[in-house]
């Protein structure tokens, strides 16, 4: 039996493109969109940022300065956060039926800035009841240590938690925890996918 809902956030809820932020940076600095991946990659700065290791100020600028990009902290954070797009794939409708029925937690891979421009532009999580961010928890999905703490805070078994992610390494993660998890592909099929667990939807 379903106890609890846990839901990714990105590519789940609110879908982003990150050659949108490559196309800008491309335009202050010259460099190709490979090469400012390549760039960004090879600092191995996101994956500590994504996980508190570092804070937003000191990611800026080391990054900033990887890309031999001048500019100040809000004209970064407003690139950083051109990714997203103001519409979502799941409608709030649904999230807050579901929230009406179910607790609901984020469960997400994220950083500081991205989650408090998010916070602030989609309305829709405050029918989230917990949000297990990765920058917060210190850790990544698919560690088990993000979904032990995604479980703790849905307050029942791994099992009587539904999770899904659009990414089949994070579900798969999941699933070892012992979390029923299913890939997401779309809005409906994850409606099909609730209704089959006795979810109402």
Same mark, same amino acid.
């Not at 899904?164 to 999941?174: H, K, L, N, P």
């Given at each position: ?8 956030? @990105? ?20 460099? *190709?969109?490979? %090469? ?5 990659? %090879? ?8 996980? @508190? ?10 990054? !900033? ?15 950083? *956060? ?12 649904? $999230? %807050? *039926? ?8 984020? #469960? ?25 961010? *990765? ?35 994070? #579900?798969? @993660?999941? !699933?070892?925890? @012992? $979390?029923?998890? #299913? ?15 006795? #979810?109402? !939807?």
């Amino acid at each position: 039996m379903i106890r609890a809902i846990l839901l990714d956030l @990105g590519k789940v809820i609110v879908p982003f493109d990150f050659s949108i932020g490559y196309k800008v940076i491309e335009s202050r600095t010259g460099m *190709s969109i490979d %090469s400012i991946r390549e760039c960004i990659r %090879s600092t191995g700065l996101v994956p500590r940022f994504e996980t @508190g290791l570092i804070d937003p100020e000191d990611f800026v600028g080391q990054l !900033c300065r990887a890309l031999r990009m001048k500019i100040d902290y809000p004209g970064f954070c407003d690139i950083w *956060s051109s990714i997203f797009s103001r519409n979502t794939l799941l409608s709030e409708e649904f $999230i %807050s *039926s579901l929230a009406n029925r179910y607790p609901l937690i984020l #469960v997400s891979n994220t950083n500081q800035i991205h989650f408090e421009m998010i916070q602030r532009d989609y309305p829709l999580l405050r029918h989230f009841k917990e949000r297990v961010l *990765s920058y917060k928890v210190q850790a990544m999905k698919p560690s088990s240590l993000i979904y032990q703490a995604a479980v703790a805070a849905a307050g029942c078994l791994p099992a009587e938690c539904f999770f899904t992610d659009d990414i089949a390494e994070y #579900v798969e @993660g999941a !699933c070892q925890f @012992g $979390i029923d998890a #299913v890939l997401f592909r779309d809005a409906a099929q994850l409606q099909l996918d609730l209704r089959s667990r006795g #979810v109402e !939807c």
